[in-house]
């Protein structure tokens, strides 16, 4: 398989004003480029799934600063690899 | 493209339902390590196993980090000890060299220990298992296992006898710890030479120079999958959605196997297609049969949801895999499963009902404490019934029994961590002292004539 260099973010939580722009932000400190952005609020739950392309980003410390971004805001905020949804959901 | 509902079902599955990595395993050969010198057989093994997996907690970190799934264990296994260690005829040297180099490399359990005797003994394998319960008290990551029974050479008495024997004194040897030791010891028949879970881990003879095996996990995700999708439906929608479950984890499975394979550079060997249980809420094989509608695991109909639960995760995981091995089966190991727990506490669940559901399912009486007077001979008749049922029905069973010392029926012990507390289960008091003496061996069965 060839290797995309995509990541998807998944944002959970109590909506509240500027999300969006900290979590943009965080991704373009350290070079994660956003591909698409889908986003909804439930009766007050933010959700948020971003496709980010990290060719040019250190995973690890893209990770670290968003579960530490999540911590602050009060959000779950992960960070995978796209193959992983890829191979559970294709064949 | 993947859409929003398919990557929420991941994210929940892993975040909610406890789906994890099992435990991913390195198969290391260890015989171009054989030496006569003590001395120099431990630097070997410890040089080999040190170089070889390196690298194996980091990449397994790394992976954990940026597909966001739990890797829960990262452990080695090695060569049948009883081969390595024959020409320095000094097997515990090579259990040191194992338990130093494991620390070093930091997993937490290294697993091959091993003897293969399901035909007869060496001298060294006799050796490697006289020096079990020394072994396994004294070092701290070091695990393993005998496999006395096979379907083609039978079950070796003589084995069954010493390795009830064996159990009983690591038992005595690591009392403070409520026996601890034997948690270590697993007794098999037909083991198979790439399982990459432990204590039952060892890198066959039949292996290459080493190889990545991958354990996946997920009963949670599979009880989860049954109360959305198959509550009150008939048993055919309940194996579909099963099979459904099953091949969404263990493509996983593959997916991290095949990554780890190619960042260490080491072979992709097998992905082994069991559910295995924690001791967490929500993480219960026993769950999962109670699901289907069984008022607590043990009842009658536990056998039958049993083997449906088995046959379904391995239709549904074939397919996910290339390669598929190991022991691949629903694993039911009392201590390790809160629903078992509860189950053989409350007096549902018996060591006899447990036996009959191995018959059906990967992989045999597992982690189960009896009480400390439990002599050797019954314990080694124990060994023997389940060897029986692997050797006849062609499958790999497997004993690993806990003999608490000092504890009786109604008492409970308490391991920690993922391998969590057994209730002490009743065994039969009438003796098998006579039946075990006679050593010897059981002939292998007939493989026609299937009735």
Redesign the interface.
Known sequence: MEKKNQA?V?VVGRDTIGIIARVSRELALHDANILDI?QTVLSGLF?M?MIVDISLSE??EL?EALTFLGEELGL?I?????????????I | M?N?S??????HMI?EEKLDIRTITMGISLYSCIHPDSRELYRRIYDKITHQAERLVPVGE?LE?????PIVNKRISVSPISLIAAACRDPLTAARAMDDAARETGVNFIGGYTALVQKGLTESDRRLIDSLPEALAETERVCGSVNVASTRAGIDMDAVRLCGEAIKALAERTKDTDASGCMKLVIFSNAVEDNPFMAGAFHGPGEGESCINVGISGPGVVKRALEKEARGAPFDVVAETIKRTAF?IT??G??IAR?ASSRLGVPFGIVDLSLAPTPAMGDSVAHILEEMGLEVCGCAGTTAALALLNDAVKKGGVMASSQVGGLSGAFIPVSEDIGMINAARSGALSIEKLESMTCVCSVGLDMIAVPGNTPASTLAAIIADEAAIGMVNSKTTAVRLIPAPGKEVGDEVEFGGLFGRAPIMRVSPYSSETFIARGGRIPAPLQSLKN
């Open positions: 998807v998944t889908s959700n799934i995973f690890a990770s779950e992960r960070i995978q690899r796209s193959e992983i949804f890829d191979a559970m959901h294709r | 993947i929003t398919e990557i929420l079902q991941t994210v975040t790394a980090c940026e597909f966001g799934i969404k493509r996983v593959q997916l990554e």
